[in-house]
């Protein structure tokens, strides 16, 4: 596999929030203080950095979720 391509074969249902997506990533990981290495190989990262980053954006997309529902109601 090259240098910088994931090995996820998770795709988008909405393939236009990748570009969200990708910012929300670098949020959560710069208020972590995390770094993000710049060629996007995560290879060399720690397993715990990687999964801290996921678990708060899960728990972010969680949260704007029930903002969204709430709103509905």
Do not use: C, W
Request: charged share 15%; no cysteine.
């Amino acid at each position: 596999m090259a240098t910088g391509q994931s090995r996820s074969s998770n795709t988008l249902v909405v393939p236009q929030a990748s570009q969200a997506l990708d910012q929300l990533k670098y949020e959560v990981a710069q208020e972590l203080g995390i770094q993000i290495p710049q060629d996007g190989y995560y290879g060399y990262m720690a397993t715990r950095d990687t999964g801290a980053i996921g678990g708060h954006i899960t728990r972010r997309l969680v949260q704007i979720a029930e903002q969204s529902i709430a709103g509905k109601f």
